[in-house]
């Protein structure tokens, strides 16, 4: 299964631009951009006298950003690494990367190879959750616990990397003026088995022997049939150059 998704993109986009008048003109990174959804958000706030560039490692996607944004001159898409992007020193004004970090092999080069491309002064903003904060609430706290244990343990690859980032990047050599901590809350287990894949995550879960055949058995009933209500923190963190 792909790793539970919390949370819009929208904080992201926000914090990025921050306002239209400070970003006119400048060069914005989506780094991790997928299929573009975000790019043309990033050109307008650019202005056309800016430049956005997407930056993703797969070629399908990054396919799809670059229909997506045929008719935005002022974007531009690329394949690459986020361990090694393929731009030159001081390149850009503002980068952004949206739930990228807990999934790449080394987090810790990445920021350093950001902070590379960034110029003096830049802003870098990142929004990751952290999946040991993950709370599903169940009449047996053993079986919440284990069901996160097991998020964090064998789901996610960085799955901490939300309570991570303002140290990461501390150590990357930004600053970081701002962390804002977003706690999203689910009320409807179907609601939520969409975004956290409650379901499929048990599943595998008790395959992997952090639940037994009875105890994931007792655990689905209840997320289906009481009252339900689980949350988990996705931190945006605002770097400087």
């Given amino acids: 299964m792909g790793s539970p998704q919390p949370t819009s993109a929208a904080p992201i986009r926000g914090a990025c631009s921050t306002n239209s008048t400070s970003v006119q003109g ?12 975000d790019l043309t958000s990033l050109a307008q706030a ?3 006298t800016g430049t956005v560039i997407g930056v993703d490692h797969d070629q399908a996607t990054v396919g799809a950003a ?8 002022t974007v531009t898409v690329q394949l690459g690494d986020i361990h090694d992007l393929p731009l030159p020193d001081h390149t850009a ?8 970090l807990q999934h790449i092999a080394d987090p810790a080069r990445a920021l350093r190879e950001i902070h590379r491309v960034l110029r003096p002064g830049g802003r870098l903003v990142m929004g990751e959750p ?11 706290s053993d079986l919440s616990r284990a069901y996160t244990q097991y998020v964090t343990d064998k789901v996610v690859r960085n799955s901490r990397i939300g309570r991570q980032l303002p140290r990461l990047a501390t150590e990357a050599g930004f600053t970081v003026p701002s962390v804002i901590p977003i706690t999203p809350v689910f009320r409807d287990a179907q609601a939520a088995d969409k ?12 395959a992997a022997g952090y639940l037994t055949e009875e105890a994931a058995g007792r655990w689905l009933e209840h997320l289906s049939t009481g009252p339900f209500l689980a949350a988990v923190t996705f931190y945006i963190v605002v770097a400087e150059s």
């Fill in 93 to 100: 004004d503002r980068a952004r990367t949206d739930r990228v």
């Fill in 130 to 140: 952290d999946w040991d904060t993950l709370t599903v609430d169940h009449p047996d």
């Fill in 46 to 48: 650019v202005t056309a």
């Fill in 66 to 73: 670059r229909e997506r944004t045929a008719d935005q001159h």
């Fill in 195 to 206: 975004v956290l894949g409650l379901e499929r995550t048990t599943q595998r879960a008790m």
């Fill in 26 to 37: 400048q060069t914005a990174l989506d780094l991790g951009c997928g299929p573009g959804t």
